[in-house]
């Protein structure tokens, strides 16, 4: 299916800029305590933030605490999905699990499945994450699995991630990653959006793929938006 998209310019380049996004993006984990940002600075956001604020914050977040919003779920969570995970890049992780869907750094579509301690707090569940500064935000593949594989994913902006990842709708490009145990959401969106002006009219999801021990098939994703703006987060 891509073999005769890769033989047009406009693919060429798109390959050339996902090959360098990822490069950007996977140069190591950041240490706990570190920004999670490769040059000090979180992308922009679209949040309604104003313009002073060059943090990538929802405005109304202190830099890091975490606000979750959402249908509260349990306390423990599937090893066999992905989960995000949160920690502080300075001092305490302040978490509240009862922010304002306005106010909040991870808006969640349906339930909100959470386990937290003093230094960090993981989440599992689809929705929205404002990338907020003072906190390392990080999409860790599921810890029980059989195999895993990561694929680097462009496609139409707006598209529905889940038909996509269903084979209902079809992708502009797809890269095979191998694995990939942690991806810092910062540094993955600062790399993307590096490369808007190649990315007209297209997002960037990286997916995670894995197998659990009953053999079933689990996909999560990250869904970047060159331009900026909340990160969207399907956990499966």
């Known amino acids: 299916m891509m073999s005769h998209t890769m033989t047009n310019p406009t693919c060429t380049a798109l390959r050339s800029a996902f090959v360098a996004a990822l490069v950007l993006a996977l ?82 579509s349906g339930q909100l499945d959470f386990a937290i301690d003093d230094s960090t707090a993981e989440v599992q569940g689809d929705g929205q994450l404002v990338l907020q500064a003072g906190l390392v935000q990080q999409l860790v593949a599921a810890p029980d699995s059989l195999a895993r594989m990561a694929l680097i994913v462009a496609h139409e902006a707006g598209a529905d991630v889940a038909a996509l990842l269903s084979g209902a709708q079809a992708p502009s490009l797809v890269l095979a990653l191998g694995d990939l145990p942690v991806l810092d959401l910062a540094k993955a969106q600062a790399a993307v959006s590096r490369h808007e002006a190649q990315l007209p009219g297209l997002a960037v999801s990286v997916v995670l793929l894995s197998v659990d021990a009953s053999g079933q098939l689990h996909a999560s994703a990250a869904t970047l938006d060159p331009a900026g703006g909340p990160v969207g987060i399907l956990i499966d």
């Open 27 to 108: 140069v190591g984990a950041p240490a706990h305590g570190q920004d999670g940002d490769d040059d000090g600075v979180l992308p922009k956001q679209d949040n309604g933030a104003s313009s002073g604020d060059t943090g990538g914050s929802s405005g109304s977040t202190a830099p890091g605490a975490l606000g979750l919003s959402g249908t509260l779920g349990g306390e423990l969570l599937d090893p066999a999905q992905a989960r995000l995970v949160f920690t502080a890049a300075a001092g305490p992780l302040l978490v509240d699990t009862e922010a304002a869907p306005e106010a909040a750094t991870f808006l969640a």
